[in-house]
Each structure stands twice: as C-alpha cells, then as structure tokens.
C-alpha cells in the first residue's frame, strides 16, 4: 500500500475516510481519542496542498437519515480538536456536498455527513463509491478501525480513485505486523473477556503464532471445565468444554504454551467489593464464582512476560469493570508497561474493553501501540482479511 508520502497531493481534493465513531454522553462526545487521532492526516494532507473532505460512518442508521446519527453533532468536537474550521453540508454526495467542498478555503476542512445514511453504503455499492468519487480527486483511507467493512467508503471507493493509506492507517498496520506479522520473538498473546464462544477464531489463529497465550476471564473458566475441573457459578460455557479442548492440542501441536490460572479470586455476588477470598484454580467453591485471576497467576505472566520480546493484549483478565476484581487486569498492565518503557517489550493492544482496562490501570500510555479499533482489531488477530486494508494493496 501506498502512503501520502506516495502520491500527488498538491491542489487536489482529498477524500479522506476516517472513523469518528464516538461515544457520546448528553449530545457531548465523551471520548474524543478517535478524533485527535486523525489530526496527523489531515494536517500532512493539508500541508501537502490538498483539500481535507471527511468520508465517516456514524453509528449503525441502516440506510436510513436518521438524525439523531447525524455527524453535525461530532462537528464541533472536531472544530476544537483540529483547530480548523469545519464546513459541514449535511449531506455526503450531490450537489450540496460539491458546494460545500467548493467553497472551503484553504486549511478548511470538509465533514460530509453520515455515509451510512446511503443505502448502498453497508452493500458497497460502485454506484455509491462513484458518487463519493465525484467529489475528490484522490482517496486516502486513515480508518483502520473501520477496516473489516466492506462498505462504498472503504472498498468499492479505493477502485475508484488513486489512494493511499492515511498516517493512522499506516501506523496501525505497522504496529499490528510488528505484533503478530514478523514479530520480535518470543512473543505472548493475553487474551481475556467474557466468552470462548466470540473468540474462538481469535484463539485458533493466535496458537499457531504466538509462543506463549495467557487466557483470562470468564473464558479461562470455560478451560478449566474443559480440563475438568469444577467452576461452581462462574461464567462458562459448558457446552465449549470440547472446543477449549481442541484448542489445547492445536496449541501443543504448535509449541505455544498456554497459560491459564492457577489461583483466582472468588465471590458469591457479582458486584463491586463483595466479599471474596484468594483460592486455588481448581477450588471454587460450589456456591461461589470466579472474578479475578489470582496473585499467583499474575506473578507468573509478570515473568513469562519478562522473558518475550512482544506482547499482543485483547481482553480484561477480570471483571475489571468492578473493583477489586480489577487487580489481575491492573497489575499485568502495569507490568507490560513497565517493560515496554524499559525497552524490553513491544506491547501492542486493541479491541473493545481493552483499551478501557489498560486506561484505568494508568498504563495505556507506556505501551507501544493501543489501537483505536474494535471489530477490526479482533478480525485482524483472527487472521482475517480486512476488505479496507486488502483494497489499498490493489
Ligand atoms: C467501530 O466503532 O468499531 C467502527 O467504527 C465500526 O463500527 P461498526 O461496528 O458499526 O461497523
């Protein structure tokens, strides 16, 4: 894939597809992460004598204008982020679009509305991309996060136009190759969350790559009770049992040694400080549940961590969303940041709660790379092509 360090860009109106797709609390954006992230981009395109016209999805509208996903409410947060004006015409194709880029000025930058308000965005559709590609002259795609959709913004348009990867984009793909593409070795996986049952492929292809994979969460119960040992209340799924045991031999088969914990922190109430006691992996007691990996489980992942080159985190190793049981999810974070800072690892991270987990365990900032991705974080440690990555190369 081409960068902007590889295409014209002088005069030209550039097509930029971002992923603005916000958390918003009270009409406000709550997290303005994925909006600073992209200032990198625009401003090089800028700098470069390009125009800046924003292609971005909004929530999931289904084809439909829906205005309460319009993206005029992400306008002013943008404003504020970039410094720039920001001219938003409400709509993201025709003539009101073609005004609106028109009389932008130079350093203005363009916001076209919701393309998912088009039906023919989820479809990908060329008729769609070819109404995008009326508007600009060249395509740039920085929406790594929006990558795994194969949408008239992210696809179809890339056939349309010359284009390039943004300055996130490029980013995010170096890291993730630095991760699991030809990593320093040896290399762990920390891979928690809820189920086995959402992240099966996930597991399956990390087996085959990574050295070492330390599972947490509800979904280490569920090997447990494939290993035959007794979880009480947990959070499991009795019926992955076999699955969990086909990914044991597949990891064995390819030398990655798994790791799952040996002491756990249990409770008989799922909620924030309930009483809870330290107790061996195989010794929930019947009445009570698992909520977090144990001090002893933690302290050996500190050290298998201290012996590999690269650590790849997708998932709480608890459930960090209630203290205390957020302490395995803490600690190991703060670990993996320690060691990044001192230069013994790369520690890359991305995926739903994750970035959530290692912010409130302070130690986002030390990592080499968190990425702004959900879904396309997940897709892309399963091995999957990403349509709006593999649509760059052509
Ligand atoms: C995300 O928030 O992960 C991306 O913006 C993709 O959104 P989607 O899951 O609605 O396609």
Redesign the pocket.
């Known amino acids: 894939w081409k960068t902007l360090d590889d295409i014209a860009l002088a005069g030209k109106t550039v097509l930029t597809r971002v ?1 603005i ?1 916000v958390p918003m609390d009270n009409g406000q954006v709550s997290d303005t992460t994925r909006i600073d992230k992209i200032r990198p981009t625009v401003e090089d395109i800028i700098a470069r004598g390009g125009k800046v016209v924003l292609l971005a ?1 909004f ?2 509208p289904k084809g439909k204008v829906v205005p309460e996903m319009s993206l005029g409410q992400v306008a002013g947060a943008l404003e504020a982020s970039l410094g720039r004006r920001v001219i938003f015409p409400a709509e993201s194709i025709g003539a009101q679009a073609k005004a609106a880029i028109a009389a932008a000025g130079p350093g203005d930058v363009v916001l076209l509305e919701n393309t998912r308000f088009h039906a023919g965005e989820e479809k990908n559709d060329p008729g769609l991309a070819a109404e995008f590609a009326a508007l600009g002259d060249v395509f740039v795609n920085d929406a790594f ?2 990558a795994h ?1 194969a949408h008239a913004s992210t696809e179809a348009l890339a056939r349309a136009l010359p284009h390039a990867a943004g300055r996130l984009m490029e980013a995010e793909l170096k890291a993730l190759d630095a991760a699991l593409g030809t990593p320093a070795r040896p290399v762990i996986a920390v891979v928690g969350g809820a189920k086995v049952s959402t992240k099966l492929d996930l597991l399956g292809n990390l087996v085959a790559k990574v050295d070492h994979l330390a599972i947490g969460g509800g979904m280490a119960n569920t090997f447990l009770v494939a290993q035959g040992i007794e979880v009480g209340k947990s959070l499991a799924e009795r019926d992955m049992a076999e699955t969990a045991r086909e990914i044991l031999k597949k990891a064995e088969a390819a030398g990655c040694q798994i790791h799952l914990p040996v002491d756990v922190v249990v409770a008989r109430e799922f909620k924030a400080n309930a009483p809870s006691q330290i107790v061996s992996a195989s010794a929930c007691p019947e009445d009570a549940m698992i909520l977090d990996a144990g001090p002893e489980t933690v302290a050996r992942l500190k050290s298998v961590m201290a012996h590999c080159a690269t650590l790849i985190w997708n998932g709480p190793l608890g459930a960090f969303e209630l203290t205390p049981f957020d302490a395995a999810t803490v600690a190991a974070a703060k670990e993996a940041a320690r060691l990044t800072a001192a230069g013994s690892l790369i520690s890359v991270a991305g995926g739903g709660d994750t970035v959530a987990a290692l912010n409130q365990a302070g130690a986002a900032g030390d990592f080499t790379f968190i990425s702004t ?4 974080f997940l897709e892309w440690m399963e091995g999957k092509e990403l349509p709006g990555v593999a649509a760059l190369m052509a």
């Open positions: 992923d797709n999805h929530d999931r996060s929006a959709r991705a959900g879904g396309a």
